[in-house]
């Protein structure tokens, strides 16, 4: 697996590719981890685009709070 959250210079990144497989390990839906993030199923769905898609700090914090558990 490679690295979920990634910092840039301006922003951080997450793989969605990455997100995708951790949240598909965790059982859920787009829309239950949203939920669970504080977000849609639709908002999800854009994190969850292949590549490296840029978030805000506080977005990654979320995610990482949600994938860890």
Do not use: Y
């Amino acid at each position: 697996m490679t690295q979920l959250i990634k910092p840039s210079k301006k922003h951080f990144t997450v793989d969605g590719t990455e997100l995708a497989a951790a949240r598909n390990k965790m059982g859920l839906t787009q829309i239950q981890f949203g939920e669970l993030c504080g977000w849609s199923g639709q908002s999800q769905w854009k994190l969850e685009r292949l590549g490296e898609n840029p978030i805000n700090p506080e977005k990654a914090n979320k995610i990482i709070g949600a994938v860890s558990g």
